[in-house]
Nanobody, 126 residues
């Protein structure tokens, strides 16, 4: 059974840090694009960061550039999102998602992202 195991959400004060983890199990892709998406109730889902297991550039939403880093795990089916200098606007439910092959144009809109995790809640207080 294909599943994504997420962990690492929580509550922090502004300026703090959190690390999100995502490990993909049971898929048959030779390589994957792994991304994190943030959603706040009533707002559109936002693609925050993505990485291709085969290497190459990493992708970030402009609002997290310089603060968030997506890191490939030693297991190529795992990745981590290091979130630093957190701001209240970073709060939301963070979903991990994967798609087969390289990250596609439009990944931030969910293009090519076929398998989704259940989400981890991140709350940043001011």
């Amino acid at each position: 059974q294909v599943q994504l195991r997420e962990s690492g959400g929580g509550s922090v004060q502004a300026g703090g840090s959190l690390r999100l983890s995502c490990v993909a199990y049971g898929h048959t892709y030779d390589s994957i694009c792994l991304g994190w998406f943030r959603q706040v109730t009533g707002n559109e889902r936002v693609g925050v960061a993505a990485i291709y297991s085969g290497g190459g550039p990493k992708y970030y939403h402009h609002s997290v550039n310089g603060r968030f880093t997506i890191v490939q795990g030693s297991n190529l089916n795992a990745a981590y999102l290091d979130m630093n200098s957190l701001e209240p606007e970073d709060s939301g439910m963070y979903y991990c998602a994967i798609g087969g092959g390289n990250c596609r144009a439009g990944w931030s809109d969910g293009v090519g992202m076929n398998i989704w995790g259940k989400g981890s809640l991140v709350t940043v207080s001011s």
